[in-house]
Each structure stands twice: as C-alpha cells, then as structure tokens.
C-alpha cells in the first residue's frame, strides 16, 4: 500500500501543471452543478470567446465544482489563489465567499449571487474599492408579480416551494412576502430541505393556494420536474424566475436567463483583462428580462394565456 | 501544484482532523455509530459565527461551539442509553433536528464572517502571510487536542471508557457505568467536531447551514486511511494517525483538482474518496493473507517477501 502510494505522489508530482506561457487566466468556480450555475459558466465562456480570446490559446479557461461540498469549495479556492490566475469567477454564495476570505488581491467576480452585500463579499452595491464585484441574480418580484396576475388573475394566494438552508432563497422569499402584501397577495411558503423534498412541499401547498411561484432556488432548480408533477395533478400554474423552468414544465417566467446572466458576468471579466480595476466597478444586476411561455404547461395547469401575453413573449413552447 | 494550495490543503486537513478524532472516538472508542457529525460541524460553525458577528471574543466563542456540540452529541447518548433508541437513528434524529436548530441560530442560512475578527486574526503576527499562519495555528490546536485524549485515555476514566467501547459486559461488572461514559465519549467527539465546524467557519469566510454535508464520510475516510498508513495498538499513535489521514486525504483532493493525468476530474472525486477507502479497507484482510502464507512457509521464498 505504502508503495501504491508512493507511485501514485511521484506519477502526479512528474504530471503538475506545466508553466503555460503568458496568456491571461481565468479560473471558475461554482458550489455545485446544476443547469442554471452551469447556463452561468457557459455564458462566461462564450462570452469571452465573443470578446476574441480563444479559449485554449489566447486564454486558459478552468473549471471547479466544488459538488456541494464546503472543505472542497474551500480548497479549491486556495488552489485558484496559488495558482495566481488574472481573475477568479466564483458562481453562487458559498463559493464566492471562500474565495473572497481567501485573497485580497487578485480580482474576484462573483455571480449568480442574490445578496452579495448581507453575504459580505461586498460593501454595498456601489463600488467596492476592493478586488471585488460580479453580478446578482436578485429577481425583480414586482414584474414576476405583475406575471403572476397575468397568468392566474382571481389569485390570492400564491405557493411557494424553497429551500431554507439557501442564502439566496431565504433573502428572495422574505422580499417576494413584502411584495406580495403591498399588493393584496400573501405568500404561503413550504420548505423543502433536500432536493428530494421538493414534490412533498408542493403537494402540501395543494388546496392552501392558487398559483405557485418557483424562485431561483439551487432545490427547486435541480428537482423542478418533481414540483411541475405536483403542479399538474392539482392544476396550479406555476410561474418561475428563471426561464429555462418553462421548458421543463411551468406556464410561464419572466427572467432572469442564467446563461445571460453568465454572458454579463464575462462581460466583467473581460473589462478586468483588459486592465480596470474590479474595486471601480459597481454589482450589477442582470439587464436582460424575458418573458417564455408554455401552452401546453398552461392546458395542463388550468391557466389560459392571454393573447397579448403570448404575442409579448419572446418564447412560446407548445 | 502552488504552495498555497498545499497549504491550503494541511490548513482543511488539519481542522477535518479534528472531526477525524471526534469521529475515532465515537466510531472506535466506544464503538457508537454516531451520525450527529453532520449536523454538529455546521452547528460549531453556526454558534462561532453568530456569536462573533454580535460582537464577542472569537476565544470565547470558539469555546461556547465546542461547548454547543458536546450538548448535541450528550442528546444522541441519551437519546440511545435513556430511550434506548437505535444508535444510528439516535444520531439521524438529532442530526435532521440541528438543520432546523442551526437555522435558528444564525437566523439565516449563511454568516459572513470576511472582515470580522476570529481567532486567526486575533494570533496575527506581522510579516506572516495569512496562509502559512492559519495551517501553524491549527498544527498547534490538532496536535493539543491529539495529546489531551491521549492523556485522557490513559487516565482511569479513559480507561473506563475505553472498556465500555471494547466489552460492555465486562466493563459493567467492573462496576464500570457504561452508559455514562458513553454519554461522556460522545460529548467529546462532538464538542471535538463543533470546535472543527467553529474553526472552519472563521478560516473560510463564514458559517452555511449546508456545511456539514458529507462530514461523517470524510471523518470516517480519514480515521480509515490513518489507520492503513499507522497501523497499531498504540492509541497515541491511533489520534497520530487521525491527523495524518485526515491531512492525506486533503492533500489527494489537492492532487485530483491539479491533474488531469488519467482524465479524472474534481467531479471524479466522490469515486475517487470512495475507492480510497474500499482499499484501505482491504488492507487488513490482505495483510492477514501474508501472514498466513508466510506462516504455512518458514522459508519465506522470494515471492512472498516481495509481496
């Protein structure tokens, strides 16, 4: 055993990472996989192959989940500050605050980060003066509200499946409560602790609400076909904030695409390359909002879509 | 690979092998299958962070986590020894209730602790860089916690304990009370974990309810993998080896997110962990393989020494 050992130290030690030559690097992060942390990593990279940085030549382009592990986050973020790389993209809050606690000096763009500020990476949302900033995935709920009346106009009560050990979500829900009371809605919330809990907290939502909201919740992303079953069998439409849920199964969202969500992120990454300072430059929030409907998601969740609803989106799917 | 990242990776495996002991302690002491872990870790962390973001001394409280986790691993003993409720239900029990518990300390899922003072800060020396200084600190703390459990199971009350692990019934007509050590065996092992959980969270920039994830696995991985490389009776050098596997199996982790030698990736790491510990696990039977042949041979040939 001791001798596999020692093969094994020596076959990695003659494999470390040859000295690449001068070209920029950006090293990317995220805390877990899943499809709206992986539309965020595919943006960045398209986005700065947009730019002209071929990916492999003009520019080392790295990939790390930490699979949801914290010690992994943790040392992967000790890796991208060793490895010294021109900035480090941290995608979703625990990864973005291990690398953040990790070094003060090479730039970090965070994304997909809904409080950047309660989670300390930054200041406030001016800009930092450090070597931080990014993009927030901060839903705008009055316009998912405004969608909500839309889709199912007598609603009052509006369902809402989340996951209550996520920063991101418990910050959304607490907002989307404001905004629905100032509005006459009230929100009643189920918790769904593991992704496999999802369809269980959808089904106790049934008969106490109308409509069901899907925020952008790591949970609800990963298990949503489970919520969209539940959601069929009781007929409530659900109207997500992220619009690849409409794909897989909600009537309608208004988003907050991940993957230009990640494009935006590149786009920060890119002016940092090209020599400005990460401190100068504010948090931003994502600038494009689109509408995507499913008709067929509709039928099945006993909501009909007005004529101009559809003709305004920019997706239909049957 | 940077030196930072091998820093990086002794500064983890040195607070994992704080859980590496906690885990030991449980798992081999008094033979107890605790799963509390998982939740104490992040619960060490919770109370940490939550009481130095309202302004205490990082030292004290570091002590209230330790003290915090030894109260949920006190709640799995009695739990089994009072309600005589199954080991590892026990520790699920009071594992899924601390998730709940740990977001009700905190008040939310994740405190940031980035410009706040911890421990680490607090033994700042100037001209130190941060990641030499914090893996230092920890030597100090794992190795302290090593040789206090070694003089503890030395002491008559270790002992104690120690016979309540290894034979219950002789320990009990010993006169020896075998569910008080066992609730004070796994008081130890989890104030060990929290102290862990407490001290990750002020390295890594703040405590997350989801922290705990995968604890139990990586504390068993760790006594395993120690165990393999420091085979002995010796329990001094059984804790030695909690620290060494615990820093080891970081250091892989290190090694796997450097290489892409064989194409295996970070996402390839699970498996990796897993086949680690398969093997580990199979070291005894094979070494009792050995013996045996070269038992059946006085003469050992050349194949068999080779072996």
């Given at each position: 055993?001791?001798?596999?050992?020692?093969?094994?130290?020596?076959?990695?030690?003659?494999?470390?990472?040859?000295?690449?030559?001068?070209?920029?690097?950006?090293?990317?992060?995220?805390?877990?996989?899943?499809?709206?942390?992986?539309?965020?990593?595919?943006?960045?990279?398209?986005?700065?192959?947009?730019?002209?940085?071929?990916?492999?030549?003009?520019?080392?382009?790295?990939?790390?989940?930490?699979?949801?592990?914290?010690?992994?986050?943790?040392?992967?973020?000790?890796?991208?500050?060793?490895?010294?790389?021109?900035?480090?993209?941290?995608?979703?809050?625990?990864?973005?605050?291990?690398?953040?606690?990790?070094?003060?000096?090479?730039?970090?763009?965070?994304?997909?980060?809904?409080?950047?500020?309660?989670?300390?990476?930054?200041?406030?949302?001016?800009?930092?003066?450090?070597?931080?900033?990014?993009?927030?995935?901060?839903?705008?709920?009055?316009?998912?509200?405004?969608?909500?009346?839309?889709?199912?106009?007598?609603?009052?009560?509006?369902?809402?499946?989340?996951?209550?050990?996520?920063?991101?979500?418990?910050?959304?829900?607490?907002?989307?409560?404001?905004?629905?009371?100032?509005?006459?809605?009230?929100?009643?919330?189920?918790?769904?602790?593991?992704?496999?809990?999802?369809?269980?907290?959808?089904?106790?939502?049934?008969?106490?609400?109308?409509?069901?909201?899907?925020?952008?919740?790591?949970?609800?992303?990963?298990?949503?076909?489970?919520?969209?079953?539940?959601?069929?069998?009781?007929?409530?439409?659900?109207?997500?904030?992220?619009?690849?849920?409409?794909?897989?199964?909600?009537?309608?969202?208004?988003?907050?695409?991940?993957?230009?969500?990640?494009?935006?992120?590149?786009?920060?990454?890119?002016?940092?390359?090209?020599?400005?300072?990460?401190?100068?430059?504010?948090?931003?929030?994502?600038?494009?909002?689109?509408?995507?409907?499913?008709?067929?998601?509709?039928?099945?969740?006993?909501?009909?879509?007005?004529?101009?609803?559809?003709?305004?989106?920019?997706?239909?799917?049957? | 690979?940077?030196?930072?990242?091998?820093?990086?990776?002794?500064?983890?495996?040195?607070?994992?092998?704080?859980?590496?002991?906690?885990?030991?302690?449980?798992?081999?002491?008094?033979?107890?299958?605790?799963?509390?872990?998982?939740?104490?870790?992040?619960?060490?962390?919770?109370?940490?962070?939550?009481?130095?973001?309202?302004?205490?001394?990082?030292?004290?409280?570091?002590?209230?986590?330790?003290?915090?986790?030894?109260?949920?691993?006190?709640?799995?003993?009695?739990?089994?020894?009072?309600?005589?409720?199954?080991?590892?239900?026990?520790?699920?029990?009071?594992?899924?209730?601390?998730?709940?518990?740990?977001?009700?300390?905190?008040?939310?899922?994740?405190?940031?602790?980035?410009?706040?003072p911890t421990v680490f800060s607090m033994l700042a020396i100037e001209g130190i860089p941060e990641y030499v200084l914090k893996p230092l600190i920890l030597l100090v703390v794992a190795l302290a916690a090593k040789l206090v459990l070694d003089f503890y199971f030395a002491s008559e009350a270790g002992l104690a304990m120690r016979a309540t692990g290894s034979n219950p019934r002789m320990a009990r007509s010993q006169g020896?009370?075998?569910?008080?050590?066992?609730?004070?065996?796994?008081?130890?092992?989890?104030?060990?974990?929290?102290?862990?959980?407490?001290?990750?969270?002020?390295?890594?920039?703040?405590?997350d309810v989801s922290m705990g994830i995968g604890t139990i696995v990586i504390g068993l991985a760790a006594v395993i993998v120690g165990e393999t490389l420091l085979p002995s009776r010796s329990l001094a050098v059984a804790t030695l080896a909690c620290l060494l596997g615990a820093s080891l199996y970081r250091f892989f982790i290190a090694l796997a997110l450097n290489i892409d030698f064989i194409g295996l990736k970070a996402?390839?790491?699970?498996?990796?962990?897993?086949?680690?510990?398969?093997?580990?696990?199979?070291?005894?039977?094979?070494?009792?393989?050995?013996?045996?042949?070269?038992?059946?041979?006085?003469?050992?040939?050349?194949?068999?020494?080779?072996?």
């Amino acid at each position: 055993m001791k001798k596999g050992f020692l093969v094994a130290a020596l076959f990695a030690l003659a494999s470390f990472t040859v000295a690449h030559a001068a070209q920029p690097r950006v090293a990317v992060t995220a805390i877990v996989d899943h499809s709206a942390l992986d539309a965020v990593r595919k943006g960045v990279s398209d986005e700065l192959a947009a730019d002209g940085y071929v990916l492999g030549k003009s520019l080392q382009l790295e990939y790390q989940s930490a699979q949801g592990n914290p010690g992994i986050a943790a040392q992967i973020a000790r890796k991208f500050v060793g490895d010294r790389p021109n900035v480090i993209v941290a995608v979703a809050t625990p990864s973005a605050q291990a690398v953040v606690a990790a070094t003060r000096e090479i730039p970090v763009v965070f994304s997909a980060v809904t409080d950047p500020v309660a989670a300390k990476l930054v200041r406030s949302w001016e800009a930092s003066g450090t070597n931080v900033t990014g993009v927030s995935d901060l839903s705008p709920l009055n316009k998912h509200l405004d969608l909500i009346k839309q889709v199912a106009p007598t609603a009052k009560r509006i369902g809402v499946v989340y996951s209550p050990g996520e920063a991101n979500s418990v910050v959304l829900v607490d907002a989307l409560k404001k905004a629905a009371g100032a509005v006459g809605l009230t929100v009643v919330e189920s918790a769904a602790a593991r992704t496999v809990d999802v369809p269980s907290a959808a089904q106790s939502l049934v008969g106490r609400v109308d409509v069901l909201y899907a925020p952008t919740d790591n949970n609800v992303t990963s298990a949503f076909e489970g919520l969209a079953k539940v959601a069929d069998q009781a007929r409530l439409p659900i109207v997500a904030a992220d619009t690849d849920m409409v794909r897989r199964g909600a009537t309608a969202a208004l988003g907050l695409n991940y993957y230009d969500l990640g494009r935006q992120t590149g786009k920060l990454v890119v002016r940092i390359l090209q020599g400005e300072a990460p401190g100068k430059m504010p948090t931003e929030v994502s600038q494009t909002l689109e509408l995507v409907v499913n008709q067929s998601a509709a039928r099945r969740q006993g909501a009909t879509l007005s004529p101009e609803l559809i003709k305004t989106a920019k997706k239909v799917f049957d | 690979m940077s030196l930072i990242a091998i820093l990086g990776a002794l500064e983890v495996g040195l607070i994992f092998g704080l859980v590496a002991l906690g885990v030991h302690l449980s798992f081999r002491i008094i033979n107890f299958a605790d799963l509390t872990v998982d939740a104490s870790f992040p619960l060490g962390g919770a109370v940490a962070a939550t009481l130095i973001v309202l302004g205490w001394n990082p030292f004290a409280a570091t002590a209230i986590a330790f003290a915090s986790g030894a109260l949920s691993g006190w709640i799995t003993g009695w739990l089994n020894v009072r309600l005589k409720i199954l080991q590892l239900l026990a520790g699920i029990l009071v594992m899924i209730s601390l998730y709940s518990v740990n977001l009700r300390i905190m008040g939310k899922p994740n405190v940031a602790l980035i410009s706040e003072p911890t421990v680490f800060s607090m033994l700042a020396i100037e001209g130190i860089p941060e990641y030499v200084l914090k893996p230092l600190i920890l030597l100090v703390v794992a190795l302290a916690a090593k040789l206090v459990l070694d003089f503890y199971f030395a002491s008559e009350a270790g002992l104690a304990m120690r016979a309540t692990g290894s034979n219950p019934r002789m320990a009990r007509s010993q006169g020896i009370s075998t569910d008080r050590h066992t609730l004070i065996g796994l008081a130890l092992s989890n104030g060990l974990v929290a102290l862990a959980g407490a001290l990750f969270a002020q390295s890594q920039g703040g405590a997350d309810v989801s922290m705990g994830i995968g604890t139990i696995v990586i504390g068993l991985a760790a006594v395993i993998v120690g165990e393999t490389l420091l085979p002995s009776r010796s329990l001094a050098v059984a804790t030695l080896a909690c620290l060494l596997g615990a820093s080891l199996y970081r250091f892989f982790i290190a090694l796997a997110l450097n290489i892409d030698f064989i194409g295996l990736k970070a996402q390839d790491l699970n498996l990796v962990t897993a086949v680690l510990v398969g093997l580990a696990l199979l070291m005894p039977a094979y070494r009792q393989k050995i013996r045996k042949a070269r038992l059946r041979r006085p003469q050992p040939s050349k194949e068999s020494a080779n072996a």
